[in-house]
C-alpha cells in the first residue's frame, strides 16, 4: 500500500512540472455532491457605514475619488471586492454640487437609493431623478454620470456584476473626459417609451440584453406590492413579491443581476426555502428576522446583508417590512445552473 503511494506521488510529481494533475485527486473539489458556499453570512449596519461614509465625503470630492464608495467587501473575500461570490455592492455618497464623473464600463451595475433630495444619474444622455428606493440602473457599455442639484448626502448602493465580467476576463473601461454628459433627451423618455404599459411599434432595444426602463419607481413599486396585498395570499416562503422586470422579454432587467422587492406584512412568519443563487437584501422599511440555517439576523433600516447560498432561509417581520433583494439568478439561470428547493423534500435535479 504505501509502496502504491510513494509510487502515485512519485507519478504527480513527475507530471507536475508539465501543468498536469490527476483528476481523481480532485473530483470531489471540481464537482462537489452539493454547493460548499465560501461567503459568509455578513450584515453592514447604516448607523455604522453612514458616519464613515461622510467622513469620507470630508476627506476627497466625487471628483477626485471618481466613485466616492465603500465597498462592501465579504470577510471571505479579502481584497476581491466582492460582496458574495460573483457580485460587487458599495455605498456611494454624493454631496450637493457635486458630480460623479462621466465613464462606462463593461459591468453592469443596479442603484438602490437610501436617501436623495435632488440626486440625480445621466444614463446616455438621459436623465433620472433619483428618489428614496427607487431602482435605477446603468446597462454594462452604457455613459453614466451622477449629480446632485438638492440638499443633505445622496446615499444608495451600488451593485455590479464586476466580479463575473472579471472571470470571464472582458473588462473595458473609459473615462469621458467631461465631468457631465450632454443631456440629449428628456427625462422620462425611456419610462414613456417603455415603460407605460406600451412599447415602440418598431421593436428595438437600446440596451442590448439590459432593460430600456432605467428607473424604477419606489413609490409606484410599493403601492404595488400594498394594492396586492389587500385581495391576494402571501406566498408561504417569499411573502409578497414582485421582481424588476424588462418589458421587452419579461425576463429580469440585467442579464447577470436579478432584483425583487419583498412585501412582509406585520406578524409575517415564513416557511424555509433555499436556492443556489448568491444574495443581498437591503431593507427599505421595517424590520427584517432573518433565520439562515439556524442562526438569527435582526435587520434595520438601509441594513444590507450577504445571503450565502443554498442556506435554508426563512423570513420573519413584526413590523410591515420591504426588502430590496438582489442576486445572480439571472446570470445562473442562464446557465441553466440555479436550483431551489422550498421544502426538504423537494427534488434538486
Ligand atoms: O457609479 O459608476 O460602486 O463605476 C463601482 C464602480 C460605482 C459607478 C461603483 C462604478 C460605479
Redesign the pocket.
Known amino acids: 500500500m504505501t509502496t502504491d503511494n510513494a509510487r502515485r506521488q512519485d507519478f504527480y510529481d513527475r507530471i507536475e512540472p508539465g501543468s498536469l494533475v490527476p483528476l481523481w485527486e480532485r473530483m470531489k473539489g471540481l464537482v462537489p455532491p452539493e454547493p460548499t458556499n465560501k461567503t459568509h453570512a455578513h450584515v453592514w449596519r447604516y448607523d455604522e457605514v453612514k458616519p464613515l461614509l461622510l467622513e469620507a465625503g470630508d476627506l476627497l470630492t466625487a471628483a477626485e475619488a471618481?466613485?466616492r464608495?465603500l465597498?462592501f467587501e465579504n470577510p471571505a473575500f479579502p481584497e476581491t471586492s466582492r460582496i458574495n461570490s460573483t457580485l460587487?455592492?458599495?455605498m456611494?455618497l454624493i454631496l450637493p454640487g457635486e458630480t460623479?464623473p462621466a465613464?462606462r464600463?463593461a459591468?453592469g451595475?443596479m442603484?438602490f437609493i437610501l436617501e436623495s433630495d435632488g440626486g440625480y444619474?445621466t444614463v446616455n444622455g438621459e436623465r433620472a431623478e433619483m428618489a428614496r428606493g427607487d431602482l435605477v440602473i446603468?446597462p454594462g457599455g452604457a455613459w453614466?454620470d451622477?449629480g446632485h442639484g438638492g440638499k443633505g448626502p445622496c446615499i444608495w448602493i451600488?451593485v455590479?456584476d464586476?466580479p463575473l465580467v472579471n472571470i470571464f476576463e472582458c473588462s473595458f473601461?473609459e473615462e469621458l473626459g467631461d465631468a457631465a454628459q450632454k443631456i440629449t433627451r428628456e427625462t422620462g423618455h425611456a419610462r414613456a417609451e417603455f415603460g407605460s404599459g406600451m412599447l415602440p411599434m418598431q421593436p428595438y432595444s437600446p440596451f442590448g440584453k439590459t432593460s430600456p426602463i432605467f428607473a424604477y419607481s419606489y413609490e409606484r413599486a410599493r403601492a404595488a406590492l400594498v394594492t396586492l396585498a389587500k385581495s391576494s395570499p402571501a406566498d408561504p416562503h417569499d411573502g409578497y413579491a414582485l421582481r424588476y422586470a424588462n418589458p421587452l422579454d419579461g425576463g429580469w432587467i440585467m442579464p447577470t443581476i436579478s432584483s425583487w422587492l419583498t412585501y412582509l406584512p406585520a406578524g409575517f412568519t415564513g416557511l424555509p426555502s433555499r436556492a443556489t443563487e448568491n444574495m443581498g437584501i437591503v431593507v427599505a422599511q421595517g424590520h427584517l428576522t432573518l433565520d439562515l440555517d439556524g442562526t438569527r439576523y435582526e435587520l434595520g433600516l438601509n441594513d444590507v446583508m450577504a445571503v450565502p447560498g443554498w442556506t435554508w432561509r426563512t423570513m420573519s417581520a413584526s413590523e410591515d417590512t420591504i426588502l430590496f433583494h438582489f442576486s445572480d439568478r439571472s446570470a445562473q439561470e442562464k446557465l441553466g445552473i440555479w436550483r431551489r428547493q422550498r421544502g426538504r423534500a423537494d427534488p434538486i435535479w
Open positions: 471618481e466613485r464608495v465597498i460587487y455592492a458599495g456611494q460623479a465613464h464600463h459591468a451595475a442603484r444619474t446603468t453614466h451622477h451600488d455590479l464586476a473601461s
